[in-house]
């Protein structure tokens, strides 16, 4: 009897460090530079910590990436399908519902990218974790999500 509630114990301990671990991992990974940008020390990119918040095409994703201001930097842009893939977390939800870090706030499933190919463009689904496309003027459940390229992390004072 004691054996079996050791065994229980000893499982209940391991699923909980595995939980720590990876909650621990994530925080060190992702770094709240301000209250409007995240920087992901694994791939190197800085990303807005929202969406645009409502339906938009690809091409006013686009130039709303290009234009957008945060944190002093106005060299945003427009991810491609591999960036946005980064933030995909496999088999946990965010605070938002979808598959992404906790860190990035997004209104729906699906950030168009910057790969555009015939009249359409890829997007990123956190709900599923695919990368179907879109013709360039649909809108619904699309949304921007604005990053930038930095070789380390810079910070401003």
């Known amino acids: 009897m004691r054996l079996i509630r050791f065994i229980i114990v000893l499982l209940l301990f391991s699923g909980f460090s595995q939980a720590f671990a990876e909650e621990t991992q994530n925080k060190e990974r992702f770094q709240v530079v301000d209250k409007s940008i995240v920087f992901d020390s694994q791939s190197g990119l800085m990303w807005a910590s929202q969406d645009n918040g409502k339906d938009i095409d690809w091409y006013t994703a686009k ?24 933030l995909y977390t496999e088999g946990k939800k965010g605070k938002s519902g979808y598959f992404i870090t906790d860190f990035i706030t997004i209104t729906d499933c699906c950030p168009w990218s910057a790969d555009e190919n015939m009249g359409g463009a890829a997007i990123f689904s956190y709900n599923t974790g695919k990368k ?24 401003h004072e």
Not at 136 to 151: E, G, N
């Open 63 to 86: 130039k709303y990436c290009e234009e957008f201001e945060a944190g002093g930097y106005t060299d945003w842009r427009l991810p491609d399908i591999k960036e946005l893939a980064t």
């Open 132 to 155: 179907p496309a879109g013709f360039l003027a649909d809108t619904y459940q699309l949304r921007a999500l604005p990053v930038r390229s930095t070789k380390k992390m810079e910070m």
